[in-house]
């Protein structure tokens, strides 16, 4: 009997739908194949959506994202929209959907693929054997505590505020340590606790729940040292875990390791197996419309998708194969090319990945 299963999707702007397209492609390939039988609804967010329905995150949306097993998202935002007033930006609709949906833990992996040593402005012999996984808290943090602007005597004064409560600290620690024994079974916690008084609270909690992994080994970094740490000797690495601001500046800098941004996936979960997948890079608008966009992190999503919502290893692990012998042939788009290297659109990538599954 075939599987059932529900995914809401949601392109987005810019590069968004045409990244998305060869993400479902890729799903109903392996449908096919696995007997599975999807459902997909299609949604507006961010820029689009602002366009249509006056509002980045319309409530049909999120009723659709709540209905379903899983969220594909492409990206969101664009020059259209950046004078927009705060309630009408793009980006809102990304804070919105992760808060909505519970969504504390953000997997970002980034790992070498074979022949994209060239590609990355780092030295080869650095960055063989790159494999990490950076595990990002959410929903906490600075970009959630309160804010405010006011006048005081001497001018603007704008305010933000860092908290962290310690069960937001012990479930995101608790996803890193399990995330670790399927790995290489090692954990660096990254803070600030020379100076934050959060950072101390979330290195003490790591502390404690250590002690319930023996199997695995624990660091404390600061997080300027992990900056510089992760392009010196960045295969030293496995799991990353640290707060949404740290996590947020960690992988877009780990981007470098893959070669291109368009290569990095990255799946935000909750309790239970409901994810949001989407590649980490944005709309890029500068090449937006050209089918020239890597649809590479976004097919990686996917494949994050079937391990960790539909609890399928063995089609995760196909997926992830697939791209690995594609780049490996030489298929390259653009952003990962050699200078004079012919390039593929992110068609003919998608489909190349679709044979190979
Ligand atoms: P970006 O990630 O969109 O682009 C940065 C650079 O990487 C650009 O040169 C772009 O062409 C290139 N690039 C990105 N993805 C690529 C891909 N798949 N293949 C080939 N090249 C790729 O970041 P940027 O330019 O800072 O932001 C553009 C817009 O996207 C802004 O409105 C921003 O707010 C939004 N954004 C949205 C995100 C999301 O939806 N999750 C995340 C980051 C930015
Ligand atoms: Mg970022």
């Known amino acids: 009997m075939a599987t059932d299963k529900h995914i809401a999707v949601l392109p987005g702007d810019g590069i968004g739908p045409e990244i998305v397209d060869e993400g479902v492609k890729v799903i109903k390939a392996v449908g096919d194949r696995f007997n599975y039988n999807f459902h997909f609804s299609f949604n507006l967010v961010g820029g689009c959506a602002i366009d249509e329905l006056q509002q980045p995150l319309p409530e049909d949306t999120l009723k659709q994202c709540r209905k379903a097993d899983a969220v594909l998202l492409g990206a969101v935002g664009g020059p259209r929209w ?13 804070l919105g959907l992760r808060k909505e949906l519970g969504l504390y833990a953000n997997l970002r992996p980034a790992i070498l693929y074979p022949g994209l040593e060239g590609s990355s402005s780092l030295k080869a012999e650095v960055l063989k054997g790159v494999d990490l996984l950076v595990v990002r808290e959410l929903t906490g943090g600075l970009y959630f505590g309160d804010k405010s602007t006011e006048q005081t005597d001497t001018g ?14 012990e479930r995101i620690v608790h996803r890193a340590f399990q995330l670790a024994q399927g790995r290489k079974k090692h954990v660096t916690s990254v803070d600030k606790a020379n100076v934050l ?10 502390e404690r729940i250590a002690k319930e992994y023996p199997d695995i080994e624990v ?20 799991v990353i875990v640290t707060e949404n601001l740290f996590g947020d500046i960690l992988s877009d800098e780990a981007a470098i390791l893959t070669g291109s941004i368009g290569m990095l996936p990255s799946a935000s979960l909750g309790e ?69 290297e012919s390039a593929l659109s992110s068609k003919e990538m998608g489909d190349r990945i679709v044979e190979a599954i």
């Open 82 to 94: 950046d004078r927009n007033p705060a309630h009408l930006r793009p980006e809102n609709a990304l």
């Open 156 to 169: 603007l004064k704008a305010t933000d505020t860092l908290v962290y409560h310690e069960h937001e600290i």
């Open 197 to 206: 008084e959060s950072s101390r609270l979330w290195r003490s909690v790591v």
């Open 219 to 238: 660091e404390h970094m600061l997080v300027d040292n992990c900056a510089m740490q992760m392009v010196r000797r960045p295969a030293d690495f496995d």
């Open 272 to 340: 239970g197996t409901f994810g949001l997948y989407e590649p980490v890079h944005g709309s890029a608008p500068d090449i937006a419309g050209q089918g020239l966009a890597n649809p590479v992190a976004t097919i990686l999503s996917v494949a994050m998708m079937f391990r960790h919502s539909f609890e399928n290893e063995e089609v995760a692990t196909i997926i992830e194969r697939a791209v690995e012998s594609v780049l490996a042939s030489g298929a390259r788009t653009a952003d990962v090319a050699a200078a004079g």
